[in-house]
């Protein structure tokens, strides 16, 4: 059994930065954020795979060079600092574990996770 607590979100003007956290309670191999603006369906950010002996990274197109996924396996949290925020960026993000190991292709997909988050709302307006 997993549990998935996320918190960190706020508001911030464009260009900003925000720090997401995630406690994960349980056996995941993966851990993703998603997000998902007004009206809009839920979008894969980033995802942290337990692979190697740090770990594997992966983002979406979107946020790369600007987001930064990494874990504290002593307080088993999985953090999102989000930084040079932009409007576009505007969403209700949410933290996901999966039981199971998923390919780099499959944890960038919503339906492939098993447990889920509250979610966290994120503003970035001027």
């Known amino acids: 059994q997993v549990q998935v607590v996320e918190s960190g979100g706020g508001s911030v003007q464009p260009g900003g930065s925000l720090r997401l956290s995630c406690v994960v309670s349980?056996?995941?191999?993966?851990t993703g954020w998603f997000r998902q603006p007004p009206g809009q369906a839920r979008t894969f950010v980033a995802a942290?795979?337990?692979?190697?002996?740090?770990?594997?990274?992966y983002y979406a197109n979107s946020v790369k060079g600007r987001f930064t996924i990494s874990r504290d396996n002593a307080k088993n949290t999985v953090y999102l600092q989000m930084n040079s925020l932009n409007p576009e960026d505007t969403a209700v993000y949410f933290c996901a574990a999966a039981s199971r190991n998923l390919i780099a292709s499959s944890l960038r997909h919503p339906d492939n996770y098993d447990y889920w988050g509250q979610g966290t709302q994120v503003t970035v307006s001027s």
């Open positions: 942290f795979r337990r692979s190697g002996y740090g770990g594997m990274t």
């Open positions: 349980g056996h995941s191999e993966v």
